[in-house]
């Protein structure tokens, strides 16, 4: 009981050091058994084009429910899409992911979905003059505690923080973080712009080209365990943007206009994230999402993994046409909270950008699950009968 007590003590302390994609309490999420007639154009869905990001989720898939599925689909020879189509109408039951328990009257069948892109900047390996904002490894002093370890009811819940003396406090925000001592030696690059910077801590990942021509790649790390905050939504909130207006090339041109006011919207958003060095690799690859593997544009989402698993095949169907689709769930997102919600991995490099920071849908999503199989167990879920 006394180390409950503590560990209750170090939640308090720590109530910002959240981890970067918490799992909401409420509303819940139900799963409707729907049949793929449903399925706004699924019947012509170039299902090939989804097909090698099915096929690499299965080959790490780790979920006992999915080993016989993922050995039929490895073992199709030259697949067409009417072949996929057929095998995964025989395998896979689509589920139509509603949200329950809010304000609304009806179950909410659709939610936010959003772009993100690997963006491509300049950068320099020092301190030269135009190139000052810095993006960092993992400082030594960030600590990160395993609630599960210790309460096994708090499984997968970890908080982050640092110690003084002997008590651990949160982690510095972005406005705090210059003050940072632990911080020196960890910069991997610095940046030409301090907007873009923080944007490619919110993409999560990105390619950065040197002086020398030499392109890398930087992918998350870790992060300092503060909240997420829209810095759109602090502008909304703040009566310089409406809510509709909101979108990443009005804000870049906001701040343009308004450079004294950067580092106050840029500091609204105290979550700071790290990064680590990669070889650049295949460029026609996307950066490693959260399952380990390389992201394909236009075919992989971020998810909150907590209602929607990492490796699933989803469909997705918003109002556009080219936004009806197979997809695969292969990433999470500090911003990606909840269910139905996703991310839609946009690609790499300038047209990825335009389409990312122009995208702001509502959409529906259906999670395909082996037939037969249970539904992924977690208290705020029901599975409806079909």
Not at 176 to 201: C, K, M, N, T, Y
Request: net charge neutral; charged share 15%.
């Amino acid at each position: 009981m006394k180390g409950r007590l503590a560990l209750v003590a170090l939640l308090a302390v720590l109530g910002a050091c959240q981890t970067p994609r918490p799992r909401p309490v409420t509303p819940h999420v139900t799963y409707v058994a729907a049949r793929y007639a449903d399925l706004p154009g699924w019947n012509g869905d170039a299902l090939g084009q989804a097909w090698p990001a099915l096929l690499s989720s299965c080959r790490v898939q780790s979920l006992p429910d999915w080993r016989t599925f993922c050995a039929a689909a490895l073992a199709l020879n030259a697949p067409t899409d009417a072949s996929i189509r057929s095998f995964l109408e025989a395998n896979l039951q689509p589920f139509l992911i509603e949200r329950t328990g809010t304000s609304a009257a009806a179950p909410e069948t659709t939610g936010l979905l959003t772009g993100y892109f690997e963006p491509q900047l300049q950068g320099s390996r020092t301190h030269l003059p135009g190139f000052d904002a810095p993006l960092y490894s993992p400082p030594d002093d960030l600590l990160t505690v395993d609630l599960g370890a210790v309460i096994p009811e708090l499984k997968g819940k970890r908080v982050r923080g640092r110690l003084v003396g002997r008590t651990v406090v949160p982690y510095y925000t972005r406005a705090q973080l210059a003050s940072d001592p632990a911080l020196r030696g960890h910069e991997i690059v610095w940046l030409d712009s301090a907007l873009d910077a923080f944007l490619l801590e919110v993409q999560g990942s990105g390619r950065i080209r040197l002086e020398d021509g030499t392109v890398i790649r930087l992918a998350y790390a870790d992060q300092n365990g503060q909240p997420y905050r829209s810095i759109g939504r602090y502008l909304v909130s703040q009566g310089e943007l409406s809510l509709g207006a909101a979108t990443l090339p009005a804000i870049r041109a906001w701040l343009a206009d308004h450079p004294q006011r950067l580092a106050e919207v840029l500091d609204a958003n105290p979550s700071v994230v790290f990064f680590q060095e990669l070889p650049l690799g295949d460029p026609n690859l996307g950066p490693r999402g959260a399952q380990g593997i390389a992201l394909t544009a236009g075919r992989s989402i971020a998810v909150d993994p907590a209602f929607i698993p990492l490796g699933t095949p989803v469909y997705l169907a918003a109002a556009d046409p080219a936004l009806q689709r197979l997809v695969l769930a292969q990433d999470t997102g500090g911003a990606i909270s909840g269910a139905p919600r996703a991310d839609f991995f946009c690609g790499s490099g300038d047209a990825a950008a335009g389409l990312a920071g122009s995208l702001r849908a509502q959409a529906s999503l259906w999670l395909l699950w082996p037939r037969g199989a249970p539904l992924p167990d977690q208290n705020s879920r029901q599975i409806l009968p079909k």
